[in-house]
């Protein structure tokens, strides 16, 4: 399962894409095991990535990401 960021940039607001972040859970990985685990991996995506912003967040499947917004 990934959690999918929707991020902006900071300085340039209008610049905005969706970015998947890997969430490592067992097999077959449930929605709500990827809902609590999420704000650790948001805040740690964070700290490593100062320029951006995230907006709003979601989990999916892996390949549901990667798309300018």
Known sequence: MELILS???IA???TC???A???GLE???APVQCL???????AEWR???PKWKVLKWRCAAPG???REI
């Open 64 to 66: 549901s990401s990667g």
């Open 27 to 29: 097999k077959p990985p």
């Open 17 to 19: 894409r969706e970015e």
């Open 36 to 42: 609590v685990g999420a704000m650790p991996v948001i």
């Open 21 to 23: 972040v890997s969430v």
């Open 7 to 9: 991020i902006c940039l």
């Open 47 to 49: 700290e490593t990535h």
């Open 12 to 14: 340039s607001p209008g």
